[in-house]
């Protein structure tokens, strides 16, 4: 079982800056990708930027260029650097951390709590 703690949501006005950080605890066989999706109202949960253990990037459409995610492999953490910050992009954001199994190959998903973001238009 991993646990993922976010910090970092917030409210702030369009055109300003965030960062988010989740620490997952340890794993006996490590953790492959980690990332961030986010949750609007009434809306589904939706990927927002992935990074794996090799530092490749991928981000929604709607945040590239004005969010950076980044990640410290030995301290387990995940950050999402949030800027130019629109009401859109209001919403619940989880932090995802995808565990290898025994066997190396094979992972599981974990989920954090969630944290809130609202930008103020």
């Known amino acids: 079982q991993v646990q993922l703690v976010e910090s970092g949501g917030g409210l702030v006005q369009t055109g300003g800056s965030l960062r988010l950080s989740c620490a997952a605890s340890?794993?006996?066989?490590?953790?492959?990708?980690m990332g961030w999706y986010r949750q609007g109202a009434g809306n589904q949960r939706d990927v927002v930027a992935t990074?794996?253990?090799?530092?490749?990037?991928n981000y929604a459409d709607a945040v590239k260029g004005r969010f950076t995610i980044s990640r410290d492999i030995p301290k387990n953490t995940v950050y999402l650097q949030m800027n130019s910050l629109k009401p859109e992009d209001t919403a619940v954001y989880y932090c995802?951390?995808?565990?290898?199994?025994?066997?190396?190959?094979?992972?599981?998903?974990?989920w954090g709590q969630g944290t809130q973001v609202t930008v103020s238009s």
């Open positions: 990074i794996n253990l090799y530092n490749s990037t």
């Open positions: 995802m951390a995808d565990a290898f199994r025994s066997d190396g190959a094979l992972t599981d998903r974990y």
């Open positions: 340890r794993t006996f066989f490590g953790i492959n990708a």
